[in-house]
Each structure stands twice: as structure tokens, then as C-alpha cells.
């Protein structure tokens, strides 16, 4: 059983930087492979950044060079860094943390809302 805590949301001008943390607690972290979603209103929740239990990074294209997401294993955290935000970065930001058995927890997000 995997406990995640999500925490760096907020408002942010466009062009400005924010990151965001999560915190798991209960089991092995480093096992697992960790992931960033997102989710804007009306819209389904879709992948930002992936870091396999190697330490391999995935993201989509639309956040490709402006999103650096990592993982600290010694103190059960991973970040993502997000750079020049735009507005249709908007949206609830989840983390993800799947099991070598394939389960998947998440938290319960952290709302990003880029607007002047």
C-alpha cells in the first residue's frame, strides 16, 4: 500500500515556474515507477511526465522542454518542475505511483492554474 501526498500547486503568471512535489509513504518507492497527470475540466486525465524505477523520463510532447520531472528515492519524493506555463497548462495534477505488480495509487491533487 502506497500513500501519495501531492503539494506546490497554485497560481502562476504565464511564463512562470512552479514545482510541484509528491511524497509517498508506505512501501518501497524505489520499486515503483512514478508519474505525473493532469486534468482539466471537461477533459480526461492524460500523462505529463513518467519516471521508470531505472530512472527513464517519458513526457508528452506538449510539455516537452519546459517540464523536468524527477525522483529523490532516499527521501520517497518525486518533482516536477514546470517552466515557462501556459495557460492551457491549467488543470488538477496528480501523482502516480505504480507497483512491479502493476497497481496503480494516486493522490488526491494539486490544482496549477496559469492565468495574469
Known amino acids: 500500500q502506497v500513500q501519495l501526498v501531492e503539494s506546490g500547486g497554485g497560481l502562476v503568471q504565464p511564463g512562470g515556474s512552479l514545482t510541484l512535489s509528491c511524497v509517498a509513504s508506505g512501501s518501497i518507492f524505489s520499486r515503483y515507477a512514478v508519474g505525473w497527470y493532469r486534468q482539466a475540466p471537461g477533459n480526461q486525465r492524460d500523462l505529463v511526465a513518467s519516471i521508470t524505477a531505472g530512472g527513464r523520463t517519458n513526457y508528452a510532447d506538449s510539455v516537452k522542454g519546459r517540464f523536468t520531472a524527477s525522483r529523490d528515492n532516499a527521501k520517497n519524493t518525486m518533482y516536477l518542475r514546470m517552466n515557462s506555463l501556459k495557460p492551457e497548462d491549467t488543470a488538477v495534477y496528480y501523482c502516480?505511483?505504480?507497483?512491479?505488480?502493476?497497481?496503480?495509487?494516486w493522490g488526491e491533487g494539486t490544482l496549477v492554474t496559469v492565468s495574469s
Open positions: 502516480n505511483a505504480k507497483s512491479p505488480y502493476e497497481i496503480n495509487y
